[in-house]
């Protein structure tokens, strides 16, 4: 069996994975913190989360595998350099690293299913084993992929709340490989290397980092971070925390940039399915606002960009112009003012106000965002539209 690890784990990393690791399916030790998060509603609308059979099956992977007995964790490095003037320049827009390429679960599912196959060929050539059952998750299902990360011996949890590999830094996707084939697990990780470093917790711009509760378990109020806001979150963007937002569009790194685990490891991934575009590798901020839904999908069919779908997206673009506040934003924002969608609308609202805010009536551009405003509030039949124009013309 131990011949058979071996010959896996040289597999795994054959198909592309970076780490190829292993633990025994215990019951959870987190989700204790888990349940505590949840009762604190700090998952806000991912209501997904808090179903009472996905909380039971995060607890005990045998409510989705029966007989699990092993459990088989893989990296996969994502790591993508900024280009030159991103994301200093508000003018343009910044993606999340993890999704400047193609869709990453299609990529890793296929590669774990693979990975499965070959296994299930060697454990029966070797008479280990008749048939060896497995179930491939990559965010796709209820499963603390971190938690079983740190079991297996890969990282700790930093105060970012991402599993900081010693060697690698975070920016990394996890899979996870249930089997019903015992295996040898790895040592779990034991120790915690953030030490007195905060620099996460200062970086964040809208405070979700909330440092570490009494039992070192990193907490982070989900309603405030810009990935959830821009993401996970299919309303408006509440006021207060747009500003912080700056000009991330999908998805936020900041926590882990500063890392210094991420300074010293990051190492561009050579996945060619990873790679930036130039859609989404600091694309222009005034183009995007004038995306048609055909537009729209035909640029972010195949990226994961499309879980946000346009109205989301654009929501986050008019945001973001917002926080750039140029008079340069104005028309693109002012046509935004008619979009079918009024969560489109009314963040363009908010982002002329911004303008307005800044340069002043008599200002520069000033009568012409008051004008825009004031024209669509006359025909704008939608309520929260309405308060977005009122308080636009405010300047607030
Ligand atoms: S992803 Fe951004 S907003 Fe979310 S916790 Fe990290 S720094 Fe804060
Ligand atoms: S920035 Fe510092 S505190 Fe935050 S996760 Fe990295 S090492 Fe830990």
Known sequence: MDRLVRDLRREGIRLGFQDLRICAPRRSEHIRFFREWIDQRFHGEMSYLSRPDSVARRDDLRG?????RSVVVVTQNYFQPDSPGVPGDPAR????RYARGEDYHELLKGRLQVLLRWLDLEAGKRRLAGKVRGLAYVDTGPILERELGRLAGLGWFGKNTML???KRGSYFFLGVLLLDLPLQADPTFGSDHCGTCRACLDACPTGALLGKDQNGAPVMDARRCISYLTIE?????PRGLRPGIGNRIFGCDICQEVCPWNGKFAETSSEAGFRSCPDTDGPGLVQLMGLSDDEFGSR???SPIKRAKRRGFLRNVAVALGNWGSRDA????ARALDDPEPLVRGHAAWALGQILNRVGIPGDGGFEVAEALLFRLNVEDDPWVEGELEAGLKGE
Do not use: Y
Request: charged fraction near 10%.
């Open 93 to 96: 827009g910044v993606v999340a």
């Open 164 to 166: 900081i590999h010693p």
């Open 300 to 302: 972010f069919s195949s």
């Open 330 to 333: 104005v028309p693109a924002l």
């Open 64 to 68: 989705t595998l029966e007989d699990v």
């Open 233 to 237: 979150l299919k309303g408006p963007i």
